[in-house]
């Protein structure tokens, strides 16, 4: 009789441990099936943004046959460029002016080789000007090369534009791109009569930042200086378990 009992005893502790082992698989097997359906979506977001910094170069220059004499040419020329700026309504403190560097320029023979003879020597000097109002600046881009005619040799750079504050505005602009996708990703999920579960993982794409109304982009990041008016825009490839 007690053999039996024994014997019971063992076939229910058997059929429990049987049953709790089914029970777990169960659920570990559908926890896993949800966790493997999961969709991936991209979410982008765009801004419109006005440059507030414009910087403007350019280069004085001057050649001579006497070493000495081009290097004055600038050094006396550059007080009409300070004056011209001045008039233009930029202020000291906006402007910098580089070290006057200058070289000879040596004779090409026939057959293309350099000689040892000097034929003139050429000095220049550069500078640049910052201002916060980047029509001023757009301005000065525009009129600085007009100082040929009073027989300064100068020469331009293009006006550069930048927006400041560019750092505040990637994390406000990289959060509505994450949650652009989540929104694409619920609607997604809908339409197909689940339900969206936790963010599994996501990767911050590279910002464009281009001229306004522009479609050129880049896998490396574009960042425009070139126009006042830009557009940034960011996104965001994010995966979601659905259930």
């Given at each position: ?21 089914v ?11 949800n ?16 440059s ?22 600038v ?8 004056q ?19 070289y ?23 500078f ?17 090369s ?42 997604i999920?809908e ?5 969206l ?5 996501a ?41």
């Open positions: 009789m007690e053999n039996k009992n024994t014997y019971y005893l063992t076939a229910t502790i058997l059929g429990a441990s049987f049953i709790i082992a029970l777990i698989f169960s659920l570990t097997w559908k926890a896993t099936k966790a493997d359906q999961t969709i991936v979506v991209t979410g982008s977001a765009k801004k419109f943004i006005k507030d910094l414009g910087i403007q170069r350019g280069t004085l220059q001057a050649t001579s046959t006497e070493r000495k004499t081009a290097y004055q040419i050094q006396q020329q550059m007080p009409v460029v300070l011209f700026l001045k008039e233009k309504g930029f202020t000291t403190d906006q402007i910098e002016v580089f070290a006057i560097n200058g000879p320029v040596y004779e090409i023979n026939s057959s293309g080789v350099q000689t040892s003879k000097i034929l003139y020597y050429t000095y220049n000097q550069r640049e000007v910052r201002s916060n109002d980047v029509l001023k600046i757009k301005d000065l881009s525009v009129t600085l007009s100082l040929v005619e009073k027989g300064l040799d100068i020469s331009t750079d293009m006006p550069e534009y930048f927006f400041t504050k560019l750092d505040d505005l990637k994390i406000s602009i990289q959060a509505e791109a994450a949650k652009n996708a989540m929104e694409r990703a619920e609607k999920a339409s197909t009569g689940r339900n579960g936790p963010l599994r993982s990767k911050m794409g590279v910002l464009q930042i281009t001229p306004k109304n522009s479609n050129v982009i880049s896998d490396y990041g574009m960042n425009d200086v070139t126009s006042i008016e830009k557009e940034i825009t960011a996104v965001v490839s994010a995966s979601f378990e659905i259930k």
